[in-house]
């Protein structure tokens, strides 16, 4: 069984600065790509980021670009999500979630249904 544990969230002004980070089990972790999604109240959970198994790739939602930036270091099964200049409507509970094997990552990266597993969420406010 595969568990992703995340961490790194809390609150933040406004411009301020947040780092997520996403410690996956098991010792295949460089075989998947990874995801990042984020929940706020009363909304669907949505796409934010995706990094594919060798770090090469990395796509984004368009209202994070150039603010967020994704990487991996498979060495230490680690996913990370820098977050900069981090805005109120970024407020949700972040997840990171690991792409099935049989994903096609150009195509189907910000697809939840793309990923298998998800770890427990991470809150993430952003006062004004």
């Known amino acids: 069984q595969v568990q992703l544990v995340e961490s790194g969230g809390g609150l933040v002004q406004a411009g301020g600065s947040l780092r997520l980070s996403c410690v996956a089990s098991g010792r295949t972790f460089s075989n998947y790509g990874m995801g990042w999604f984020r929940q706020a109240p009363g909304k669907e959970r949505e796409f934010v980021a995706a990094?594919?198994?060798?770090?090469?790739?990395?796509y984004y939602e368009d209202s994070v670009k150039g603010r967020f930036t994704g990487s991996r270091d498979n060495a230490k099964n680690t996913a990370v999500l820098q977050m900069n200049s981090l805005k109120p409507e970024d407020t949700a509970v972040y997840y990171c979630a690991r792409g099935k094997l049989t994903m096609d990552f150009h195509a189907d990266h910000a697809n939840l249904r793309s990923y298998d597993y998800w770890g427990q969420g991470t809150q993430v406010t952003v006062s004004s």
């Open positions: 990094i594919n198994w060798s770090g090469a790739y990395v």
